[in-house]
Nanobody, 122 residues
């Protein structure tokens, strides 16, 4: 099993930026797809972005496309999410996920972090 730990969340004003990180540890993560999801109070978990092991397959949810950028540094076993032009609608707990296939479905991921809170004030 892989342990995932997110960091970088916090409070930011609308229009600002944050960079989330997700550090992986445990077994080797070769061929390990990773993604970001978020969940706001009273709402279902929402797909944000995924990236394949090689980085040649990337996708974004419609609500973040053009504002967020996913990347990974395999040598550091770390996943990133650069979030720009944040709005109050981006307020949520952001979760890092990992598994064998990069998909938009949270059920496809076997490993999850504990989440990091992102709050965007208006």
């Amino acid at each position: 099993q892989v342990q995932l730990v997110e960091s970088g969340g916090g409070l930011v004003q609308a229009g600002g930026s944050l960079r989330l990180s997700c550090a992986a540890s445990g077994r080797t993560i070769n061929n390990y797809a990773m993604g970001w999801f978020r969940q706001a109070p009273g709402k279902e978990r929402e797909f944000v972005s995924f990236i394949s092991w090689s980085g040649d397959s990337i996708a974004y949810g419609d609500s973040v496309k053009g504002r967020f950028t996913i990347s990974r540094a395999n040598a550091k076993k770390t996943l990133y999410l650069q979030m720009n032009s944040l709005t109050p609608e981006d307020t949520a707990v952001y979760y890092c996920a990992g598994g064998s296939i990069a998909t938009r479905s949270p059920g496809s991921y076997s490993d999850w972090g504990q989440g990091t809170q992102v709050t965007v004030s208006s």
